[in-house]
């Protein structure tokens, strides 16, 4: 998300960091170019229009014609409106209520409702310890019911019972009682959705929200929509009344104009965004690291928190101690690359790491990407457990079969062996210098 944004944007401001002073002029250029940035990306002309006119009010005046580095002083500037923009602080979701309550999911056909529901139950179970009931009210799409049963089933999560030809007002009542009766702490309703917005949908979700009464109500929208995702947004907020936005194929979608149209449009928060199809790809709307990731400046919180997730504590505690003995074999290899795949593979790492916008290009043309790492992962599974416990076992013949087991080339066994050899090297080294030595002689220590 916000590629294409973000090389434009480094761009602009690479040219003003090379400048050791900027006049009024230099600015206009440098917002000028930063306008149709935004509108590339599909931001919404009104927002752009605003953006504009505040950054330049405080970019033109004497705070940053006296700064000692102007051109950081704009990028502060820019930041800090970007930050305003996508809503300053995380928006969580309302949990003060007496239990059971509810939160009413809305959207049009296609958006990804259904499974952000899923998504959104075990966010509430994992990180909230709840208690939650799914329900769809969706009598309209075929099997609509039975997927959010079958998701249910997939993350633990009880479903209302299907009761064949119940109206969803019906189901609304029923669910409200069987909650109560099952001690419940939150139902999530999964609404039916629409092709286009229109009065009968509209009148429908009315309808269901004076009989359930949510605590919130969000609205899922697809960010590979654009302009139009802000559209229904404000249609919806209007007529319905929202609490909150859920961005789906966020992973999917290289401008990212819709997130930073939605808040000013609407007034609505933007609370969460959906990364991939998994149900444990629902990701917390942080609008500082979103502004941090679109000023190619890294989100560095965002990625320690996901390798906490994905990183087995007591394993990676095993995997430290052998290290420091000097030790690693092609078994811990292929723990690193598929926790590496966990945590969002090569593209979803990068991302996260500052200055990568100016290099992506080079990363591409290299191939590294998650296809390699699997194929890395493939060539160590095909070895017997002698072999990943010492490499150098692998003459000509194992190679070969070690190739042909996994559908590779001799040659690509071998790159995985170099590339082995040079991380056992360093973890060696690091084993010699000891903990003490690694934090005083750093990685110069290593590179020696």
């Known amino acids: ?68 580095a102007p051109g950081q002083m704009v ?51 994992e990180k909230h310890q709840k208690k939650v009931l799914l329900v769809s009210l969706d009598v309209y799409r075929p099997a609509a019911q039975e997927q959010l049963a079958i998701l249910g089933r997939q993350i633990d999560c009880p479903s209302l019972e299907i009761l064949q030809n119940q109206l969803p007002l019906d ?21 039916a959705g629409r092709l ?11 309808n269901l929200k004076n009989v359930i009464q949510p605590l919130e109500t969000l609205l899922v929208a697809d960010a590979m929509t654009g302009q139009d995702a802000v559209t229904i947004a ?9 609490t909150g936005l859920i961005l789906t194929r966020v992973d999917g979608d290289s401008r990212g104009g819709a997130a930073l149209s939605m808040r000013s449009v609407t007034g609505c928060p933007i609370k969460f965004m959906g ?43 095993k995997l430290a101690k052998k290290m420091q003995k000097g030790h690693f074999d092609l078994n811990d290899m292929a723990k690193h690359l598929e926790q590496m795949i966990k945590m969002g593979g090569v593209s979803g790492l990068l991302s996260f790491l500052p200055g990568v916008g100016k290099v992506k290009d080079k990363i591409k043309q290299a191939g590294l990407d998650d296809r390699l790492v699997q194929r890395q992962i493939a060539i160590v599974k095909s070895m017997t457990p002698q072999e990943r416990r010492d490499y150098r076992l692998l003459n000509a013949s194992r190679k070969r079969r070690v190739a042909a087991g996994c559908g590779q080339t001799v040659a690509d066994v071998n790159r995985l ?12 080294q690091m084993g010699k210098l000891g903990q003490k030595g690694l934090m005083r002689q750093g990685l110069g220590g290593l590179l020696r």
């Open 171 to 191: 189901i609304a009542e029923r669910a409200l009682r069987e909650a109560k009766r099952q001690g419940m702490d939150i139902i999530l309703f999964d609404t």
């Open 275 to 317: 990364m991939g199809e998994k149900t444990s790809e629902l990701e917390v709307f942080q609008p500082e690291r979103i502004a941090n990731r679109i000023l190619d400046r890294g989100d560095i919180l965002s990625l320690v928190e996901r390798a906490t997730e994905a990183v087995n504590q007591e394993d990676a505690e």
């Open 234 to 242: 404000d249609q919806f907020h209007k007529q319905v009344g929202l």
């Open 196 to 206: 286009h917005v229109d009065t009968a949908l509209m009148a429908e979700v009315v």
């Open 75 to 125: 990028v502060k500037i820019v930041y800090d409106h970007l930050v305003a923009i996508l809503g300053q602080t995380a928006e969580p979701l309302n949990l003060s209520a007496v239990s059971p309550f509810s939160y009413l999911v809305v959207g049009l056909q296609g958006s990804g409702k259904t499974t952000t529901t899923a998504k959104l139950a075990r966010y509430l179970m």
């Open 1 to 68: 998300m916000f590629q294409s944004l973000s090389q434009r944007l480094t761009a602009v401001f690479d040219k003003l960091r090379g400048r050791g002073f900027l006049n009024e002029a230099d600015v206009n250029s440098a917002l000028r170019e930063i306008r149709v940035a935004l509108l590339e990306a599909d931001v919404a002309l009104p927002v752009v229009k605003e953006f504009i006119e505040q950054v330049r009010e405080k970019a033109v005046g004497q705070e940053v014609i006296r700064s000692v």
């Open 417 to 428: 062996i170099k590339q082995f050899q040079q991380m056992q090297t360093m973890v060696k």
